[in-house]
Protein backbone atom coordinates (compact mmCIF):
# COMPACT_ATOMS: atom_id res chain seq x y z
CA UNK A 1 0.00 0.00 0.00
CA UNK A 2 1.42 3.58 -1.13
CA UNK A 3 2.39 5.96 2.21
CA UNK A 4 0.10 8.26 2.78
CA UNK A 5 0.92 12.05 3.77
CA UNK A 6 -0.40 14.86 5.71
CA UNK A 7 1.35 18.13 4.38
CA UNK A 8 0.86 21.50 6.04
CA UNK A 9 2.74 24.14 4.60
CA UNK A 10 2.94 28.29 6.48
CA UNK A 11 3.15 31.01 3.92
CA UNK A 12 2.69 34.50 6.29
CA UNK A 13 -0.62 34.22 7.33
CA UNK A 14 -1.78 31.32 4.79
CA UNK A 15 -1.59 27.56 5.89
CA UNK A 16 -2.26 24.90 3.07
CA UNK A 17 -2.82 21.42 4.07
CA UNK A 18 -2.91 18.65 1.80
CA UNK A 19 -3.47 14.83 2.22
CA UNK A 20 -3.12 11.57 0.08
CA UNK A 21 -0.42 9.54 -1.49
CA UNK A 22 3.53 11.14 -1.41
CA UNK A 23 3.62 11.69 -5.24
CA UNK A 24 0.32 12.83 -5.35
CA UNK A 25 0.60 15.61 -2.62
CA UNK A 26 4.33 16.15 -4.70
CA UNK A 27 2.57 17.42 -7.82
CA UNK A 28 -0.18 19.34 -6.34
CA UNK A 29 1.83 21.48 -4.15
CA UNK A 30 4.51 22.17 -7.44
CA UNK A 31 1.23 22.86 -9.05
CA UNK A 32 0.08 25.07 -6.31
CA UNK A 33 2.99 26.86 -6.09
CA UNK A 34 3.37 27.72 -9.52
CA UNK A 35 0.46 28.49 -10.61
CA UNK A 36 -1.98 28.89 -7.45
CA UNK A 37 0.51 30.53 -4.74
CA UNK A 38 1.78 33.16 -7.22
CA UNK A 39 3.54 36.42 -5.20
CA UNK A 40 2.40 35.17 -2.20
CA UNK A 41 5.31 32.29 -1.81
CA UNK A 42 7.97 34.95 -3.51
CA UNK A 43 9.02 35.98 -0.11
CA UNK A 44 9.34 32.72 0.96
CA UNK A 45 12.32 30.09 -0.26
CA UNK A 46 10.50 26.95 -1.22
CA UNK A 47 12.39 24.27 -2.76
CA UNK A 48 11.05 21.41 -4.56
CA UNK A 49 12.98 19.15 -6.22
CA UNK A 50 11.17 16.64 -9.03
CA UNK A 51 13.43 13.78 -7.98
CA UNK A 52 13.11 13.52 -4.58
CA UNK A 53 11.26 10.43 -3.26
CA UNK A 54 7.66 10.09 -1.90
CA UNK A 55 9.32 10.16 2.04
CA UNK A 56 12.09 13.30 0.97
CA UNK A 57 9.17 15.51 0.48
CA UNK A 58 8.32 16.76 3.56
CA UNK A 59 12.66 17.71 4.16
CA UNK A 60 12.19 20.73 1.43
CA UNK A 61 9.10 22.55 2.20
CA UNK A 62 8.93 24.51 5.34
CA UNK A 63 6.23 24.52 7.76
CA UNK A 64 5.99 21.11 7.54
CA UNK A 65 4.36 18.79 10.18
CA UNK A 66 7.02 15.68 9.81
CA UNK A 67 4.66 13.98 12.43
CA UNK A 68 1.17 13.84 10.73
CA UNK A 69 2.66 11.47 8.02
CA UNK A 70 0.86 8.29 8.31
CA UNK A 71 1.19 5.05 6.62
CA UNK A 72 -2.13 2.94 6.83
CA UNK A 73 -1.56 -0.73 6.30
CA UNK A 74 -4.63 -2.91 5.84
CA UNK A 75 -6.10 -4.56 8.98
CA UNK A 76 -7.99 -7.79 8.84
CA UNK A 77 -11.46 -7.68 10.74
CA UNK A 78 -11.35 -9.60 14.06
CA UNK A 79 -14.63 -10.90 15.23
CA UNK A 80 -15.75 -12.06 18.99
CA UNK A 81 -18.05 -14.63 17.34
CA UNK A 82 -17.07 -16.91 14.67
CA UNK A 83 -19.30 -18.27 11.79
CA UNK A 84 -20.73 -22.04 12.61
CA UNK A 85 -17.82 -24.49 11.22
CA UNK A 86 -20.45 -26.18 9.18
CA UNK A 87 -20.97 -22.68 7.47
CA UNK A 88 -17.24 -22.63 6.53
CA UNK A 89 -17.71 -26.18 5.16
CA UNK A 90 -20.16 -25.61 3.26
CA UNK A 91 -18.68 -22.31 1.21
CA UNK A 92 -15.23 -24.29 1.36
CA UNK A 93 -13.48 -21.40 2.00
CA UNK A 94 -10.03 -22.72 2.61
CA UNK A 95 -8.26 -23.39 -0.52
CA UNK A 96 -5.96 -26.05 1.05
CA UNK A 97 -5.54 -28.44 4.10
CA UNK A 98 -3.32 -26.38 5.63
CA UNK A 99 -5.54 -23.69 5.30
CA UNK A 100 -8.20 -26.12 6.75
CA UNK A 101 -5.40 -26.45 9.74
CA UNK A 102 -5.44 -23.09 10.55
CA UNK A 103 -8.83 -22.41 10.42
CA UNK A 104 -9.67 -25.90 12.68
CA UNK A 105 -7.09 -24.41 14.98
CA UNK A 106 -8.83 -20.56 15.20
CA UNK A 107 -11.67 -22.70 16.45
CA UNK A 108 -10.46 -24.78 18.81
CA UNK A 109 -7.80 -22.42 20.35
CA UNK A 110 -10.78 -20.12 21.22
CA UNK A 111 -9.44 -17.39 18.63
CA UNK A 112 -5.67 -18.19 19.45
CA UNK A 113 -6.58 -18.05 23.81
CA UNK A 114 -5.99 -21.04 24.21
CA UNK A 115 -3.60 -24.29 22.94
CA UNK A 116 -4.55 -27.38 21.74
CA UNK A 117 -3.52 -30.39 20.14
CA UNK A 118 -3.82 -32.84 17.46
CA UNK A 119 -6.59 -34.41 18.45
CA UNK A 120 -7.89 -31.39 19.31
CA UNK A 121 -8.07 -30.64 15.47
CA UNK A 122 -8.66 -34.13 14.47
CA UNK A 123 -12.11 -34.24 16.37
CA UNK A 124 -13.14 -30.80 14.67
CA UNK A 125 -12.34 -32.58 11.39
CA UNK A 126 -14.80 -35.28 12.54
CA UNK A 127 -17.47 -33.64 13.56
CA UNK A 128 -17.56 -31.28 10.71
CA UNK A 129 -17.32 -34.30 8.50
CA UNK A 130 -14.10 -33.46 6.67
CA UNK A 131 -11.62 -36.76 8.16
CA UNK A 132 -11.49 -39.12 5.27
CA UNK A 133 -8.99 -41.58 4.72
CA UNK A 134 -6.53 -39.37 2.89
CA UNK A 135 -6.64 -36.64 4.93
CA UNK A 136 -6.03 -38.55 8.46
CA UNK A 137 -3.06 -39.98 6.51
CA UNK A 138 -1.54 -36.24 5.57
CA UNK A 139 -2.61 -34.91 8.83
CA UNK A 140 0.62 -34.54 10.31
CA UNK A 141 1.97 -33.15 7.12
CA UNK A 142 -0.31 -30.42 7.20
CA UNK A 143 0.74 -29.08 10.55
CA UNK A 144 4.08 -29.41 9.76
CA UNK A 145 3.44 -27.29 6.98
CA UNK A 146 1.54 -24.96 9.23
CA UNK A 147 4.54 -24.70 11.52
CA UNK A 148 6.53 -24.20 8.61
CA UNK A 149 4.41 -21.21 7.48
CA UNK A 150 4.88 -19.76 11.36
CA UNK A 151 1.04 -20.37 11.75
CA UNK A 152 1.10 -22.55 14.76
CA UNK A 153 3.88 -22.22 17.66
CA UNK A 154 4.79 -25.11 18.93
CA UNK A 155 4.28 -25.26 22.82
CA UNK A 156 5.82 -28.90 23.90
CA UNK A 157 5.65 -32.17 21.21
CA UNK A 158 2.11 -32.51 20.21
CA UNK A 159 0.68 -28.71 21.54
CA UNK A 160 0.45 -25.99 19.38
CA UNK A 161 -0.54 -22.49 20.16
CA UNK A 162 -1.72 -19.83 17.02
CA UNK A 163 0.65 -16.79 16.47
CA UNK A 164 -0.62 -13.87 15.48
CA UNK A 165 0.37 -14.62 11.85
CA UNK A 166 -1.83 -17.70 12.03
CA UNK A 167 -4.73 -16.28 13.38
CA UNK A 168 -4.91 -13.40 10.65
CA UNK A 169 -4.31 -15.67 7.47
CA UNK A 170 -7.49 -17.91 9.37
CA UNK A 171 -9.45 -14.45 10.00
CA UNK A 172 -9.23 -13.51 6.50
CA UNK A 173 -10.05 -17.27 5.22
CA UNK A 174 -13.49 -17.18 7.03
CA UNK A 175 -14.08 -13.93 5.64
CA UNK A 176 -13.68 -15.01 1.75
CA UNK A 177 -16.77 -15.47 -0.34
CA UNK A 178 -17.88 -18.96 -1.14
CA UNK A 179 -15.45 -20.95 -2.89
CA UNK A 180 -16.41 -21.91 -6.73
CA UNK A 181 -15.34 -25.87 -5.98
CA UNK A 182 -18.17 -26.21 -4.09
CA UNK A 183 -18.13 -28.36 0.08
CA UNK A 184 -17.55 -31.91 -0.21
CA UNK A 185 -18.95 -34.08 2.29
CA UNK A 186 -16.43 -36.37 3.65
CA UNK A 187 -16.65 -40.08 5.05
CA UNK A 188 -16.15 -39.67 8.93
CA UNK A 189 -13.73 -41.78 10.64
CA UNK A 190 -13.38 -42.19 14.63
CA UNK A 191 -10.56 -40.94 16.16
CA UNK A 192 -9.38 -42.61 19.73
CA UNK A 193 -8.71 -39.92 22.47
CA UNK A 194 -5.39 -40.81 24.25
CA UNK A 195 -6.11 -38.59 27.11
CA UNK A 196 -5.86 -39.62 30.27
CA UNK A 197 -9.73 -38.81 32.50
CA UNK A 198 -10.08 -38.71 36.47
CA UNK A 199 -13.48 -39.90 38.52
CA UNK A 200 -14.48 -37.33 40.24
CA UNK A 201 -17.56 -37.28 42.91
CA UNK A 202 -20.35 -35.69 41.33
CA UNK A 203 -21.90 -35.61 44.81
CA UNK A 204 -24.68 -38.27 43.84
CA UNK A 205 -26.67 -40.53 45.95
CA UNK A 206 -27.23 -44.06 44.80
CA UNK A 207 -31.18 -43.50 43.73
CA UNK A 208 -29.82 -40.50 41.30
CA UNK A 209 -26.81 -42.62 39.68
CA UNK A 210 -29.38 -45.48 38.43
CA UNK A 211 -31.61 -42.42 37.47
CA UNK A 212 -29.02 -41.22 35.57
CA UNK A 213 -27.78 -43.97 33.54
CA UNK A 214 -31.44 -44.84 32.88
CA UNK A 215 -31.70 -41.08 31.57
CA UNK A 216 -28.46 -41.43 29.05
CA UNK A 217 -29.30 -44.89 28.15
CA UNK A 218 -32.52 -43.96 26.56
CA UNK A 219 -31.23 -41.82 24.16
CA UNK A 220 -30.54 -43.26 20.46
CA UNK A 221 -28.33 -42.38 17.50
CA UNK A 222 -26.70 -39.02 19.15
CA UNK A 223 -23.77 -37.75 19.07
CA UNK A 224 -20.43 -36.98 20.96
CA UNK A 225 -21.50 -33.22 21.32
CA UNK A 226 -25.36 -34.21 22.13
CA UNK A 227 -23.79 -36.79 24.74
CA UNK A 228 -22.03 -34.33 26.70
CA UNK A 229 -25.15 -31.81 26.33
CA UNK A 230 -27.70 -34.46 27.85
CA UNK A 231 -24.81 -34.88 30.67
CA UNK A 232 -24.42 -31.42 31.59
CA UNK A 233 -28.23 -30.87 31.73
CA UNK A 234 -29.29 -34.07 33.65
CA UNK A 235 -26.32 -32.95 36.10
CA UNK A 236 -27.48 -29.47 35.96
CA UNK A 237 -30.57 -30.70 38.24
CA UNK A 238 -28.53 -32.49 40.26
CA UNK A 239 -26.80 -29.25 41.42
CA UNK A 240 -23.32 -29.76 39.15
CA UNK A 241 -22.84 -26.58 38.13
CA UNK A 242 -19.76 -26.71 35.62
CA UNK A 243 -17.86 -29.21 33.56
CA UNK A 244 -14.77 -30.42 32.88
CA UNK A 245 -13.48 -33.43 30.70
CA UNK A 246 -13.36 -35.56 34.49
CA UNK A 247 -16.80 -34.97 35.12
CA UNK A 248 -18.29 -35.94 31.55
CA UNK A 249 -16.05 -38.93 31.75
CA UNK A 250 -16.99 -40.10 35.28
CA UNK A 251 -21.04 -39.27 34.09
CA UNK A 252 -20.34 -41.47 31.36
CA UNK A 253 -18.78 -44.48 33.17
CA UNK A 254 -22.08 -43.85 35.85
CA UNK A 255 -24.08 -45.03 33.09
CA UNK A 256 -21.58 -47.65 31.65
CA UNK A 257 -21.40 -45.78 27.93
CA UNK A 258 -17.92 -45.92 26.00
CA UNK A 259 -15.17 -43.07 26.47
CA UNK A 260 -13.23 -43.75 23.88
CA UNK A 261 -13.85 -40.19 22.44
CA UNK A 262 -12.22 -36.64 23.15
CA UNK A 263 -14.52 -35.37 25.64
CA UNK A 264 -13.08 -31.97 25.93
CA UNK A 265 -12.82 -31.89 22.34
CA UNK A 266 -16.49 -32.73 22.60
CA UNK A 267 -16.86 -30.10 25.03
CA UNK A 268 -15.13 -27.16 23.32
CA UNK A 269 -16.27 -27.85 20.22
CA UNK A 270 -19.89 -27.87 21.33
CA UNK A 271 -19.11 -24.40 23.08
CA UNK A 272 -17.24 -23.22 19.75
CA UNK A 273 -19.44 -24.45 17.05
CA UNK A 274 -22.50 -24.63 18.80
CA UNK A 275 -22.54 -22.30 21.50
CA UNK A 276 -23.98 -24.83 23.81
CA UNK A 277 -21.64 -24.06 26.47
CA UNK A 278 -19.90 -21.09 28.00
CA UNK A 279 -16.57 -21.13 29.69
CA UNK A 280 -16.72 -21.61 33.07
CA UNK A 281 -15.39 -19.60 35.97
CA UNK A 282 -11.76 -21.71 35.68
CA UNK A 283 -9.60 -22.66 32.80
CA UNK A 284 -10.88 -25.96 31.85
CA UNK A 285 -14.50 -25.42 32.86
CA UNK A 286 -17.79 -25.15 30.99
CA UNK A 287 -21.25 -24.16 31.90
CA UNK A 288 -24.19 -25.18 29.84
CA UNK A 289 -25.75 -22.25 27.80
CA UNK A 290 -29.40 -21.86 27.43
CA UNK A 291 -29.12 -22.68 23.86
CA UNK A 292 -27.53 -26.07 24.92
CA UNK A 293 -30.44 -26.44 27.93
CA UNK A 294 -32.81 -25.82 24.84
CA UNK A 295 -31.08 -28.67 22.96
CA UNK A 296 -31.17 -31.08 25.48
CA UNK A 297 -35.28 -30.33 26.08
CA UNK A 298 -35.39 -31.01 21.76
CA UNK A 299 -33.76 -34.03 22.29
CA UNK A 300 -36.35 -35.78 25.32
CA UNK A 301 -38.73 -34.68 22.87
CA UNK A 302 -36.98 -36.38 20.31
CA UNK A 303 -37.19 -39.93 22.34
CA UNK A 304 -40.70 -38.99 23.67
CA UNK A 305 -40.02 -37.75 27.05
CA UNK A 306 -42.36 -35.19 28.33
Known sequence: MSDIFKLKVCIGNANIELEGEGNLVHTIFSELREDGLGKLSDSVPVEIKNDVSDRE??????????????IKEPQIKETSKLPQINTIVI???????????VVY??????????IFNKEDLRQLYQDSGRLDENRNKNFSTNIKKAIAADWFEIVNNDTYSLSETGKGIAYEIIQRTASSDGGKKARKLISSSKTAYTIVDLGLEEEQRQEFKQYLLSFKGI??????V????????YGVAEFSGDIIFTALRIADLPTSFDLKAALNNAKNLKNYFVSGKE????????????HAKELEKGRGAE
Not at 105 to 114: D, I, P, R
Not at 223 to 228: H, T
Not at 231 to 237: G, R, V
Not at 283 to 294: C, Q, R, S, V
Open 91 to 101: KNLPKTETEWI
Open 230 to 237: LIAYKLTQ
Open 105 to 114: ALYVSEQGTK
Open 283 to 294: AGMYKLYHLGED
Open 57 to 70: IGNNIPCEEKNNIE
Open 223 to 228: NNMEQV
